[in-house]
Each structure stands twice: as structure tokens, then as C-alpha cells.
């Protein structure tokens, strides 16, 4: 399958502070790719759909300001979490679509795990 | 109610057994089921996707779908320790990229 990468897998901040995260379609080019973070025990929840070249779109009660997502290539979207508190510690899961025309060819990253102090 | 509502166990069997996992949801319009597997710490993979009523199998795994009672499963036959992980069933609807999970079921082989 298609791979796509995230980086970094873990970071630890102190509170105040803004963290990158990166998603890189590696072997594919992804037109649009998507953020979710993940509580413990919890399911993935979906945070925006990025679309190469546009502004993100955000789901109800997803923060842009504090979120801030840039697709600036057709294999890299980016995610900055600005001004990190410790209600922001969670995992962060990015994925890519091969094909925007199908959920079958959709492959996540391997995830980042955020903790600010 | 959440659109899709997911046993998060811990369920426990031993090797060999037959697992079986299900999701039930709320929003007609959702027409492409899918179910993933997802390790420790890491991205969800791709297990089954089905879009029609009915069964699809691989290998030791079966996707059951039954739109009229809006309910899903996922059977693994011949459960292995490797199959060790969280199950994640997901939805979207016709045209939709979004998908909506399930809370996840924590899965444990025992040898």
C-alpha cells in the first residue's frame, strides 16, 4: 500500500509553545489530506481536511486559529499547534487519499504524540 | 447518541478462537463501511472496506453488513496473538470523504 509518513512520532513541549507536525505522502501525490487527533480509549476524531493549495476546512469546534494547517505541496500538509497547553496533549493522526474518489485508497500516518507540560 | 456507537471491550480470547466485533450507527446515509486495525501507538491500517449488505471475506477475516438493522461486523477466524490490537469500524456516506469512527474495541490474543 501507499505509504505516508508523520513526524515527528513524539514531542514533548512546554506549555506556551507551538509544535510542527509534519504528513508526507511518500510514493503518491494526495490532493487532499485529513487531521484527527485521538484521546486515550477514544476514536479518532476528525479535525480538517486540507486540500493542496486551499485553506483547510474545519470541523465544529476545531480552533483554526490554534490549529493552523498548511498544505503547500502535493505531498506535505503540516500541522501547528500554536501556543501548546496541556488540554492539547493527545495523539495527532494525518491522512492521505490516493484517490478523493474512493475511502478505500485513504492510508494514515503512524501518529504524533503530543505532550506539553 | 453518537452516529456510531462501538464496544470498547477489552475483549479477551484465547488463541484460535473466533472473534467477532460489530458497530452499529444511526445515520442512514452512511454507505461505505470500513474496518481498521490500529497497534499501540500507531496509524490505523486498512483491514476490510465493503459497500453492499452482505459478507465479504479475507482470509481469515469477514466483513458483515447489515443496512437494515444499520449494524456491522468484523469476524477473525483462527485468532492469532498478532491480531493483538485496537478494531476500528468507520462510515461515510455516498460522495463523503469524512469518515466517522467507532470508539474502538481493544482486542488481547492469549496464547
Known amino acids: 500500500g501507499a505509504v505516508v509518513s508523520q513526524h515527528p512520532s513524539r514531542v514533548i513541549c512546554k506549555s506556551g509553545t507551538s509544535v510542527k507536525i509534519e504528513c508526507r505522502s511518500l510514493d503518491f501525490q494526495a490532493t487532499t489530506m485529513f487531521w484527527y487527533r485521538q484521546f486515550p480509549k477514544q476514536s479518532l476524531m476528525l479535525m480538517a481536511t486540507?486540500?493542496?493549495?486551499?485553506?483547510?476546512?474545519?470541523e465544529q469546534g476545531v480552533e483554526k486559529d490554534k490549529f493552523l494547517i498548511n498544505h503547500a505541496s502535493l505531498t506535505l500538509s503540516t500541522l501547528t499547534v500554536t501556543s501548546a497547553h496541556p488540554e492539547d496533549s493527545s495523539f495527532y493522526i494525518c491522512s492521505a487519499t490516493l484517490d478523493s474518489s474512493t475511502n478505500e485508497k485513504l492510508f494514515f500516518g503512524s501518529g504524533t504524540q503530543l505532550s506539553v507540560l | 447518541q453518537k452516529e456510531v456507537e462501538q464496544d470498547p471491550g477489552p475483549l479477551s480470547v484465547p488463541e484460535g478462537a473466533i472473534v467477532s466485533l460489530n458497530c452499529t450507527y444511526s445515520n442512514s446515509a452512511f454507505q461505505y463501511f470500513m474496518w481498521y486495525r490500529q497497534y499501540s501507538r500507531k496509524g490505523p491500517e486498512l483491514l476490510m472496506y465493503t459497500y453492499s449488505s452482505g459478507n465479504k471475506e479475507d482470509g481469515r477475516f469477514t466483513a458483515q453488513v447489515d443496512k437494515s438493522s444499520k449494524y456491522i461486523s468484523l469476524f477473525i477466524r483462527d485468532s492469532q496473538p498478532s491480531d493483538s490490537a485496537t478494531y476500528l469500524c468507520a462510515m461515510s456516506a455516498l460522495g463523503a470523504q469524512k469518515l466517522v469512527f467507532g470508539q474502538g474495541t481493544r482486542l488481547t490474543i492469549n496464547p
Open positions: 486540507s486540500n493542496e493549495g486551499s485553506k483547510a476546512t474545519y
